[in-house]
């Protein structure tokens, strides 16, 4: 697990032989002294200071978080055909995330109301074998977690709440058990894709859950939630739920839904253990977040007490300097909205992340800057990112997508990007 820091203030009361104990169990003895080094010396750099200060909130780590996205992009060029295929793909994968210098891993187990592990109430993915709801005849998950944390490296589950369906073809097929079938009252359709409804109490509470089902069966370092919550912002998706309401205003009480869920989440994470971690990547754009996807970014942020909802958010700032906007403006500029993000009020115990665009390395951002192209093509384009933040006091960083990176898919200047973040993190 992630080494913990605690003050006498904030040390946990000793509890009864429980989920984690169980879980790592033998193993602990095995991975134990590697992972111990791993960690020490992933938080050497700044363990004197750090340690002597008091520790609001047991589920912080020491040191920098470095961070990278696994996605079901990432599962679906994995062999999943035997565990021993599973586990030497993975072992790759995550001997490159180690000499990266990184130490979370953000692995999606459940994108689409399924899942990459033995579960009660989710099916089986189709990443796994083609079919949603086939079981591939090992636990996917599980050998993550040993593989990861033989490594020193840590494992947030990265769960898509409301996501059922993307499209007619993701995935191909839903299976029998999934929740479009056995709860269609739950459920809200947007174009091709389904999505649990947020307005539903009872679609909320299942995905609350099934969070509780993966923290205590399985030895995950904290939950993670990316940015997909309202589906769009159509009145018609919860006429009915709205008008029961006898709320007044529709944008309020839809980010009400979403906070619940948040807040029941955030809550059953910390019952479970609380050193595990619940954070949320939002999108960079805090006017989508709050009026597009009714997800309240600020107040997550500025919640702290009995109404703390998150550890962290680490908003998706993908974008590059100089970025602009057709209108001109360059408020998405990352000179501009990092500081607009750190500017924000925080609670004590909250901290701050950024993700970063991986993706853009070589292709560019969109921008309508002569530089979108040219700005991502230095092959040093994420490693400036990172001293920036550094510069800015800013709390780690998550990079969006590890097949940006490494693999068949990685564009030429992938490996120069690899190199110079491996100078940066020594």
């Not at 080094?37 to 047991?58: F, G, H, I, Y």
């Not at 909802?309 to 300097?321: E, F, N, R, T």
Request: one cysteine or more; aromatic letters at 12%; glycine letters at 10%.
């Amino acid at each position: 697990m992630t080494q913990r820091r605690r003050s006498k203030k904030t040390e946990v009361k000793p509890r009864r032989f429980g989920r984690r104990a169980f879980l790592l169990g033998a193993g602990a003895a095995c991975v134990g002294a590697g992972l111990w080094l791993r960690r020490k010396d992933l938080s050497a750099p700044d363990k004197t200071q750090e340690d002597q200060l008091p520790v609001q909130n047991p589920a912080l780590p020491a040191g920098e978080w470095r961070a990278v996205w696994v996605s079901y992009l990432e599962w679906a060029a994995m062999d999943f055909s035997s565990a021993d295929a599973f586990r030497a793909g993975c072992a790759e994968m995550l001997d490159n995330c180690a000499g990266l210098g990184l130490n979370t891993v953000l692995a999606q187990v459940r994108p689409f109301g399924d899942a990459l592990y033995k579960s009660q109430l989710f099916p089986w993915s189709h990443l796994c074998t083609g079919t949603q709801g086939q079981d591939p005849g090992f636990d996917p998950l599980d050998i993550l977690l040993q593989e990861a944390h033989s490594r020193g490296l840590s494992v947030e589950a990265w769960v898509n709440p409301y996501r059922l369906r993307s499209s007619a073809a993701m995935p191909p097929n839903l299976a029998e058990n999934n929740l479009a079938s056995t709860h269609p009252e739950w459920v809200c359709a947007v174009g091709e894709g389904l999505y649990l409804n947020p307005a539903e109490p009872a679609a909320a509470d299942y995905v609350v859950q099934g969070v509780a089902e993966l923290v205590q069966n399985y030895a995950v370092d904290g939950i993670h939630f990316d940015d997909y919550f309202y589906p769009a912002t159509e009145e018609s998706i919860d006429a009915a739920q709205f008008a029961a309401s006898g709320a007044a205003d529709l944008a309020a009480w839809r980010r009400e839904n979403v906070s619940a869920l948040v807040r029941k989440v955030y809550r059953t994470v910390k019952a479970a253990d609380p050193t595990l971690r619940f954070g949320i990547s939002p999108q960079g754009n805090p006017d989508n977040d709050l009026n597009g996807q009714y997800s309240d970014v600020t107040g997550w942020l500025a919640s702290g007490g009995e109404e703390q909802a998150v550890d962290y958010l680490c908003p998706q700032v993908y974008w590059g300097y100089g970025y602009t906007l057709q209108s001109g403006s360059t408020r998405f500029a990352f000179e501009n909205i990092v500081p607009a993000w750190l500017a924000y009020p925080r609670a004590e115990g909250v901290v701050l992340y950024f993700g970063l665009g991986a993706y853009r390395v070589g292709v560019g951002d969109g921008g309508a800057n002569a530089d979108s192209v040219s700005g991502w093509s230095t092959g040093s384009a994420l490693a400036r990112q990172v001293e920036d933040l550094r510069g800015q006091n800013a709390d780690g960083w998550a990079l969006y997508r590890y097949g940006s990176l490494f693999g068949a898919g990685a564009p030429a200047l992938a490996a120069a990007e690899c190199e110079a973040l491996r100078s940066l993190n020594g």
